[in-house]
């Protein structure tokens, strides 16, 4: 960090960390006792600060309130089989977060900032992250835009702030997915790529509709003629067949997954052959009808891997083979929680421990 870069901090008065139970955190429920905030004014971040979590205050004709200038980020921080906090990968969400504000017209964020802040904030709040190996902190860093007034133009104004949120194993059940046929969380030329609150607006009804039918989760596909697979709910989309793992390639209707990255990457090295390209819904449907489809999950910091137990398609459910027989997906959430506990050697020194 510069010397110039200063981050204030203002301690709660009263904590509430004994008044939560870490055998029970539902996902988003508690949030630690402080927050970073930074203010993106003339120019520059500046006025970097630590205080106890609290509501915002902000003019109702705040920019961020109407046309969805917000991006935002989300990663964990685990503890190893030392007991040291530990991040995985987080630059990689610092590029991610930039690249959001990019397409949304917002400030870029420095290391300093964002590493800064993150790290000082995980430094007072350090003993909110579980010991329980299953459960973790997840850190929500996210921006919004603060200028007042309710033209559709880009803000010059932001806010960058940080909260975290003890949580336990995001799905603890194998997932029913199903094809989406009509809607769309993203197109092409649009923002889907970016981690903006409009897509995930987007995705709230055609969501809500697969929940009544049954469903967990839907997996979308491209908006122009719902032929070819994109992610599923908020998470990136894998299937092995032909003991060849496949994914589609990324493009800017879809998200770049920082898990999908890390499998992909280990998958290369342990010798599998590896696909990213268009997989059309025909081909896994055809693959489905004929048992060809030896493993299929979505990929996600919440998740890590999450097991699709079914997979549903024009009123029809087809059974994925039995969770204990998926090699690939298990030997790999293994691999991944034995890399960020420390179990395993860290070839690509994705580990961060934060001192
Ligand atoms: C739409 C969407 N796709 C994919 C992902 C998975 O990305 P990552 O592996 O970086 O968590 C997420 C979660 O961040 C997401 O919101």
């Known amino acids: 960090m510069s010397d110039g870069f200063q981050i204030k901090v203002e301690k709660t008065a009263q904590s509430n960390l004994s008044k939560i139970d870490f055998s029970n955190l539902p996902f988003g429920k508690f949030y630690a006792d402080h927050m970073f905030v930074c203010d993106f004014q003339d120019g520059v971040w500046k006025d970097a600060r630590i205080v106890p979590f609290q509501n915002l205050s902000l003019s109702p004709a705040s920019l961020c309130l109407h046309y969805g200038q917000l991006i935002f980020e989300g990663l964990k921080a685990y503890r190893n089989v030392d007991g040291e906090i530990v991040l995985f990968r987080p ?12 397409r949304l017209c917002m400030a870029q964020l420095t290391e300093e900032v964002f590493m800064g802040g993150l790290l000082e904030l995980l430094k007072i709040d350090s003993e909110w992250v579980p010991k329980d190996p299953d459960s973790s902190l997840y850190i929500r860093p996210f921006m919004i835009a603060t200028d007042v007034g309710i033209g559709v133009t880009p803000s010059l104004t932001y806010q960058f702030i940080i909260l975290t949120s003890p949580v336990s194993k995001y799905y603890s059940a194998p997932v029913k997915v199903v094809f989406e046929d009509h809607f769309s969380r993203a197109a092409e030329g649009g923002i889907g790529f970016s ?13 809500k509709k697969a929940v009544e039918k049954g469903y967990n989760q839907l997996i979308w596909t491209d908006s122009k003629e719902h032929k070819y697979i994109e992610e599923s709910g908020t998470m990136n989309i894998m299937f092995v067949i032909n003991d060849t793992l496949i994914t589609p390639a990324l493009h800017d209707s879809i998200l770049s997954g920082i898990t999908r990255d890390s499998i992909l990457t280990l998958a290369k090295d342990w010798g599998y052959k590896v696909e990213e390209r268009k997989i059309s819904v025909d081909e896994i449907v055809e693959a489905l009808k004929n048992n060809k489809v030896q493993d299929a999950f979505g990929t996600g910091t919440a998740a890590v891997v999450a097991h699709f137990a079914l997979i549903g398609h024009d009123g029809v459910d087809y059974e994925l083979p039995p969770i204990e027989s998926r090699t690939f997906s298990n030997k790999m959430k293994k691999t991944l929680l034995d890399i960020r506990l420390g179990k395993v050697e860290d070839e690509h020194k994705w580990v961060y421990v934060v001192k």
């Open 91 to 102: 630059e990689q969400h610092l590029e991610r977060i930039n690249k959001s504000a990019h």
């Open 195 to 207: 981690k903006t609150a409009g897509n995930y607006a987007a995705s709230l009804y055609p969501t």
